[in-house]
C-alpha cells in the first residue's frame, strides 16, 4: 500500500492524494507535524526529503518527493491520467511546470501569508502577490473557456496539479475563486465530481486551523 507523508493544510499533499483516490489505489496518510517544525528537523530532512518539503510518496522501496514527479509517476505506473499519445503527454507536463512555477506558487504564497503566517504581511508584497496571481489564474481561466480539462477531452494530471490549492475554504486566500474565475470553477466541479473525490479536510491527517485573519 502506498504511504503518503503530508498534513491537511498542504495542497501539495492533496494533488497526490487527489490522484491516488481518482486512481482507485488504497493508500495510508501519515502525518507530517509541519507547524511543528518537523520538516525543519535534520533527522527528518536525512530520514525523508533533503529538501524539508511534503508530500513524500513511499511506494515499496521507491521513495519520491515533489508534486509535479509523484503525479506523473502514478499516471505512468497505472496507466491513467497520463495524457493520450506524446503530444498531450508533453502538454500535461507543460501544465505541470507552469503551475509549480507561476499558478499553484503565488496562490500558495498568498494564502500561506493570508492564513497562517504568524505575523501580517508588507502590504505591498501581498499586493504584489495578488498581481501575480490574477494574471496566471485569468490565463488558465481564459484556456478553459473553450474546454473541459487543461488537455484533451478527460482529466489528466495536468488537473490534478493546478486544482491543488482551490478546494480549500475562500476564507483561507481571501479568494473566491469559483465567483472570480468562471471557467475555473465550472472545471473545479467537474473534478469534484469524479469517482473518488475527496476535499482536503476529509482526506489528510492533521487539525484543521482557523485563518489567523
Not at 162 to 180: A, I, N, T
Amino acid at each position: 500500500m502506498y504511504q503518503l507523508h503530508g498534513f491537511c493544510q498542504s495542497g501539495n499533499t492533496w494533488k497526490a492524494a487527489l490522484a491516488l483516490d481518482l486512481l482507485g489505489q488504497p493508500w495510508q496518510p501519515v502525518f507530517v507535524d509541519y507547524f511543528g517544525g518537523a520538516t525543519r528537523d535534520a533527522a527528518w530532512r536525512d530520514g525523508l526529503n533533503e529538501m524539508g518539503e511534503a508530500p513524500v510518496l513511499q511506494d515499496g522501496e521507491l521513495r519520491l518527493t515533489q508534486s509535479g514527479l509523484i503525479l506523473l509517476h502514478l499516471a505512468r505506473k497505472h496507466g491513467r491520467f497520463g495524457g493520450e499519445g506524446e503530444d498531450q503527454q508533453r502538454e500535461v507536463l507543460r501544465w505541470i511546470l507552469y503551475d509549480n512555477h507561476k499558478f499553484t506558487s503565488y496562490f500558495a504564497s498568498h494564502r500561506w501569508q493570508h492564513a497562517f503566517a504568524p505575523e501580517p504581511t508588507d502590504p505591498a508584497v501581498t499586493q504584489w502577490l495578488r498581481s501575480r496571481i490574477d494574471h496566471a489564474f485569468g490565463l488558465v481561466d481564459k484556456h478553459l473557456q473553450s474546454r473541459d480539462f487543461m488537455v484533451g477531452t478527460a482529466p489528466t494530471v495536468a488537473d490534478f496539479s493546478l486544482c491543488g490549492y482551490l478546494f480549500f475554504p475562500p476564507e483561507e486566500s481571501g479568494y473566491d475563486v469559483r465567483k472570480q474565475y468562471p471557467a475555473i470553477g465550472r472545471w473545479m466541479q467537474r473534478i469534484a465530481v469524479q469517482p473518488g473525490f475527496r476535499l482536503p479536510y476529509d482526506c489528510l491527517p492533521g487539525e484543521r486551523i482557523a485563518p489567523r485573519r
